[in-house]
């Protein structure tokens, strides 16, 4: 009987070591808070909004390890940093989490911003400086952010849905944080994968044209 009951518990746990996604519900002045979690094999990200009406309130992330129960979380950026000036979290009330992962699908990773093609060929950014901007893909959901690692300077972040499919990628808007009526618009781009590079064009969500390139992050660079 231990041994059936070691062997659940290992289940339960193992799950953080593969990318999820996961949904627990809070209330802030009478209204039901979404706190969405992106979390892979080394980084988490947890997301608080409103759906209705729409309003983005806070994001957090970083790279976590695991204690036992507990997930310890070093951020990386922190949204509310000029109010709080937190730069750890601590997490143990995962059974408040509820499952909410699609199937997988193309494109699933962490990837930086690392430049534009422009009429004079590729721009490429330093991917070793402390700005980023980084975009997390799991289980058909995704979500960017802007951030500073060093000054902890938050500059925006937006997330949702996605599907990635015959070159093709689709955005649909659940939080914005630099437009809450953006909320619910779809945006469909190419894309096109050339190694670690994947190049993204099409029209930002104030319509205007870019031609982007990110690169898989696989370290803590």
């Known amino acids: 009987m ?42 988490f990200v947890q997301t608080s909004f409103l759906s209705n009406p729409p309003k983005f309130i806070k994001t957090v992330g970083g790279f976590y ?16 940093f000029s109010n709080d000036s ?58 960017w952010i802007a951030f500073d690692t060093s000054s902890f300077r938050f500059s925006g972040s937006g997330g949702g849905e996605y599907d990635a499919i015959q070159g093709k990628y689709k955005e649909k808007i659940s939080y914005f944080s630099r437009d809450n009526n953006k909320v619910g618009i779809e945006l469909i781009f190419d894309y096109q994968l050339q190694g670690f590079d994947w190049y993204h064009k099409g029209l930002s969500s104030k319509g205007d044209p870019f031609h982007e390139i990110w690169t898989r992050r696989i370290s803590q660079d």
């Open 2 to 43: 231990k041994y059936t009951c070691f062997f659940i518990l290992y289940l339960f746990f193992s799950n953080f070591i593969f990318p999820q996604v996961y949904l627990f519900t809070s209330e802030e002045n009478g209204k039901v808070v979404e706190n969405r979690i992106l979390i892979d094999n080394d980084y």
């Open 86 to 143: 937190i730069k750890s979290i601590t997490i143990n009330n995962q059974n408040r989490w509820v499952k909410i992962s699609k199937p997988k699908k193309l494109l699933q990773g962490k990837w930086l911003m690392a430049g534009r093609v422009t009429s004079d060929g590729e721009q490429r950014r330093d991917l070793t400086r402390s700005r980023k901007t980084m975009k997390f893909l799991i289980d058909g959901y995704f979500q």
């Open 65 to 80: 390890t695991k204690e036992g129960e507990l997930i310890k979380v070093d951020l990386e950026f922190n949204s509310n």
